[in-house]
């Protein structure tokens, strides 16, 4: 069992405070969208398409994938899964 001195105490209080601090933050937020009239965007009838263009190809992307996985075909190839983990962290640390 877990004693909760002092300084969990203050912890707790630090959390309560962010918290309530975020619900004033957001009810601001809510009463300025009130007084505002809705934002409107309208896309072209081409880039619709390229959208959905995209979804399908996603889509038939991750089937065929899930397909290869419950068929036993899907290959992990580990050294291009390292090899891209080691370029990501090399980037990460130059940033």
Excluded: C, W
């Amino acid at each position: 069992m877990m004693k909760i001195n002092n300084q969990h105490k203050s912890y707790l209080n630090a959390v309560n405070q962010t918290k309530s601090g975020q619900t004033s933050k957001q009810t601001k937020t809510e009463e300025t969208s009130k007084n505002q009239s809705p934002v409107q965007v309208n896309i072209s009838k081409e880039a619709q398409a390229l959208h959905d263009a995209d979804k399908t190809v996603f889509s038939e992307r991750v089937e065929s994938i899930k397909a290869a996985i419950q068929n036993g075909d899907y290959e992990v190839d580990a050294s291009k899964i390292s090899s891209e983990l080691v370029r990501t962290i090399q980037s990460q640390k130059e940033q």
